[in-house]
């Protein structure tokens, strides 16, 4: 079995190691969402450390899918120098780059969006008292348009490949949702129908980057929540995601959050949802929760439950613990 310091190679990425930093908001834009000098050196740290990827935080879409003041933007051409800037970094670095493309639909506020936060229907995220405003078809076409145009930006920046975020409570994790989404259309209530706006997205963001641009997938694949999707669900969802195009799944929690309170003391927290989605599908799967350890990074890998690890907090903390991690293992 592989280790946690051996490449990986697929016909569309290869990464110098299982190293994966993921996505972690840290709020440095501007208020129109521009990359900061202060992206760069926070991202080039972590790179020149010998991270094997770097997944660059959630950036909005569109102004009414921000979800903080100073969030990384990618919803307008303008902002593509400044990621051209960032890419080009972290490859300098000797990091792969990708980027996470996010709507926060109900999991924003008016304040923040400057409108009423929208989503699937009227049902507020738990941990939100605003009343989101449901979506139209016509908008959620303009959506998938949205992503599409994001996409291509995130291409012409020059990025390796792109996340499409749909875990945490944004806005395609909450269509896939039966705790949010309570649609009577064809965007609500069956699998196949929640599953409808995702798909959309990929689909278009797929007619943007081409057949051979690497596509990952953030899958928020339990909300652990009683009403809420469950596992089972999911592994009935994850191949139709890599069926309609995606060729890596990032497996993350869904209403609950990235940290769950009820797991979140446990090293590894998510490592059994990522082994469990990983036995449905033939596409590499990155697991995630709480992993600060090098030995148990490598064993996830060595040990089949996953092909790569997410290591978020402890890189935040140490920007050296992969370099450190590889030389202990």
């Known amino acids: 079995m ?24 840290n709020d440095l834009s501007s208020g129109a969402g521009e990359v900061t000098e202060k992206h760069i050196k926070h991202y080039q740290a972590r790179a020149q450390a010998g991270v094997g990827l770097i997944i660059v935080e959630h950036s909005y879409i569109m102004p009414s899918g921000k979800m903080t003041k100073k969030q990384l933007g990618i919803y307008k051409d303008e902002l593509t120098g400044g990621l051209r800037s960032l890419a080009g970094a972290i490859r300098e670095a000797g990091a792969a780059s990708a980027i996470q493309l996010t709507h926060a639909g109900a999991n924003t506020t008016a304040a923040v969006c400057g409108c009423q936060p929208v ?21 959620i076409g303009e959506i998938v348009e949205a992503y599409a145009q994001a ?69 928020g694949a339990s909300d652990f929540i009683q009403g809420g999707l469950t596992l089972e669900e999911a592994r009935q ?54 992993i600060t350890d090098p030995a148990y990074a490598n064993s996830v890998v060595a040990d089949g439950r996953a092909d790569l690890v997410a290591v978020g907090r402890a890189l935040l903390k140490n920007p050296d613990w992969a370099r450190q991690a590889l030389e202990q293992i």
């Open 2 to 25: 592989p280790l946690l310091s051996d490449p990986l190679v697929t016909d569309r990425l290869t990464l110098k190691n299982r190293i994966v930093m993921p996505p972690m908001a």
């Open 119 to 139: 989503g699937p229907s009227d049902v507020p995220v738990p941990s939100r008292d605003e009343i989101p405003r449901p979506l139209d078809t016509a908008e």
């Open 151 to 219: 996409a291509r930006r995130a291409v012409e920046a020059g990025f390796d490949a792109i996340e499409i975020h749909g875990a945490h409570g944004f806005l395609l994790c909450e269509f896939v949702s039966p705790l949010m989404n309570r649609r009577a259309d064809e965007y609500g209530g069956s699998t196949e129908n929640r599953l409808r706006l995702p798909l959309e997205v990929i689909a278009a963001v797929r007619r943007q980057t081409g057949p051979d641009y690497p596509l990952f997938y953030r899958f």
């Open 237 to 290: 969802i994850a191949p139709q995601l890599t069926a309609a195009g995606i060729d890596f799944l990032d497996i993350s929690g869904g209403m609950c959050g990235s940290r769950p309170k009820a797991l979140a003391d446990t090293q590894g927290y998510f490592v059994p949802m990522a082994e469990s989605i990983k036995s449905t599908v033939d596409v590499p799967v990155i697991a995630v929760g709480g």
